[in-house]
């Protein structure tokens, strides 16, 4: 014969065993949790995604820094080619001989190469 406490027990499992049931074939709450899951499947999917975005343009940085490819490098020697170029336009038009303008351009060179040697050494002297 079963006691009255087994018999309590059953009858309890049984109750929750049907109240699960009930609870998990209930259109509501299934939509509720399949619309939360969407939600949240489509914010991971975002996130993955500006993630991998972000680690592409990082990536395209690095290869374009080993191989050299700097966005400021071609304006920068198309500058300086343009003032080399116009340097050597005005020495070639000046109304001085060849001689004094050769010997003006060697002394600014010499004074030039000089002082980036100072500036590159660390004993740049700020007054010349």
């Given at each position: ?16 065993a049907?109240?699960?049931?009930l ?13 939360q899951?969407?939600?949240?499947a489509?914010d991971l ?9 972000d680690?592409?343009?990082r990536?395209?940085?690095?290869r ?7 966005h400021w490098?071609?304006?920068?020697m198309?500058?300086v080619?343009?003032?080399?170029l116009?340097?050597?336009l005005g020495?070639?038009l ?12 060697k002394s ?7 002082k980036?040697?100072?500036i590159?050494s ?6 010349d």
């Amino acid at each position: 014969m079963t006691s009255f406490r087994e018999r309590n027990r059953v009858a309890n499992w049984a109750r929750l065993a049907l109240k699960c049931g009930l609870l998990l074939t209930d259109a509501k709450l299934w939509a509720s949790i399949s619309n939360q899951m969407r939600d949240h499947a489509d914010d991971l999917g975002h996130e993955v995604k500006n993630r991998y975005d972000d680690a592409v343009d990082r990536m395209q940085d690095v290869r374009q820094a080993i191989h050299g490819r700097n966005h400021w490098l071609g304006p920068t020697m198309s500058f300086v080619g343009g003032i080399g170029l116009g340097v050597g336009l005005g020495m070639m038009l000046t109304p001085v001989s060849g001689a004094e303008a050769r010997a003006a351009l060697k002394s600014r060179v010499v004074r030039m190469t000089d002082k980036m040697g100072d500036i590159a050494s660390g004993t740049g002297t700020d007054g010349d």
